[in-house]
């Protein structure tokens, strides 16, 4: 129950100027960024790189901490890919998941964080699909940061994944936990790190 009063934000860098994406965290009341990147490094934003970013946001007063390696969408064990799709669902079973999800709640009761990656849209990004979901499920508030500064709960999210799937009329033969488990499912299928896509960014690095 005591989670229940503690909200965790998410947001996406995307192509935004860093004045832009300090005035989003400002008018969210943001005190601290987790970056949940595999890789926090940015080749056409590096304002966005780790460094760079954790020192621009110090000078701003706002907290930064890496949590890439617990939290991180790309992950290296095959065991973890389902037909070379990153499988969200296996991913959050690990311990390293459950201690990165241990701490970005621990640090909600001290700072307003938000859970940062590079996607614009949090339907496209493993910081919504994946870890928002399993700190939604934990009883934890979570809204998303958008780059109009609009802010989205989570169970907004949660009802376009069910439209999205088809899954949005009641079906009496379907738990509803059954029904939200496999809209998700469907949505990460789509936009889940593939090593398929990643191999083809390198064979045509390789080619150039």
């Given at each position: 129950?005591?989670?229940?009063?503690?909200?965790?934000?998410?947001?996406?860098?995307s192509?935004?100027?860093?004045?832009?994406?300090?005035?989003?965290?400002?008018?969210?009341?943001?005190?601290?960024?987790?970056?949940?990147?595999?890789?926090?490094f940015?080749?056409?934003?590096p304002?966005?790189?780790?460094?760079?970013?954790?020192?621009?946001?110090?000078?701003?007063?706002?907290?930064?901490?890496f949590l890439?390696?617990?939290?991180?969408?790309?992950?290296?064990?095959?065991?973890?890919?389902?037909?070379?799709?990153a499988?969200?669902?296996k991913m959050?079973?690990?311990?390293?998941?459950?201690?990165?999800?241990?701490?970005?709640i621990?640090g909600?009761?001290?700072?307003r964080i938000?859970?940062?990656?590079?996607?614009?849209?949090?339907?496209?990004?493993?910081?919504?699909?994946?870890?928002g979901r399993?700190?939604?499920?934990?009883?934890?508030?979570v809204r998303?940061?958008l780059?109009?500064?609009?802010?989205?709960d989570?169970?907004?999210i949660?009802?376009?994944?069910?439209?999205?799937?088809g899954?949005s009329?009641?079906?009496?033969f379907?738990p509803?936990a059954?029904?939200?488990?496999s809209?998700y499912?469907?949505?990460?299928?789509?936009?889940?790190f593939?090593?398929?896509?990643?191999?083809?960014?390198?064979?045509?690095i390789v080619?150039?």
């Amino acid at each position: 129950m005591a989670n229940r009063a503690i909200e965790v934000l998410t947001i996406g860098h995307s192509t935004l100027p860093y004045e832009r994406f300090l005035a989003l965290l400002r008018q969210a009341s943001v005190t601290a960024i987790a970056d949940v990147r595999t890789a926090p490094f940015s080749r056409h934003f590096p304002h966005f790189n780790r460094d760079v970013l954790c020192e621009e946001l110090r000078q701003d007063k706002v907290a930064y901490v890496f949590l890439g390696a617990e939290l991180g969408g790309r992950p290296k064990d095959t065991q973890f890919f389902c037909d070379g799709v990153a499988d969200y669902e296996k991913m959050a079973e690990t311990d390293d998941f459950a201690r990165g999800l241990d701490r970005v709640i621990k640090g909600a009761k001290k700072f307003r964080i938000a859970l940062m990656c590079s996607e614009h849209d949090p339907m496209d990004c493993h910081r919504c699909l994946l870890v928002g979901r399993a700190l939604h499920e934990r009883g934890i508030i979570v809204r998303h940061i958008l780059s109009s500064g609009q802010l989205v709960d989570h169970n907004q999210i949660e009802a376009r994944l069910m439209e999205m799937s088809g899954k949005s009329d009641i079906d009496l033969f379907e738990p509803p936990a059954k029904q939200i488990a496999s809209a998700y499912r469907d949505r990460a299928t789509k936009v889940a790190f593939s090593e398929r896509k990643d191999n083809s960014k390198k064979s045509a690095i390789v080619e150039q």
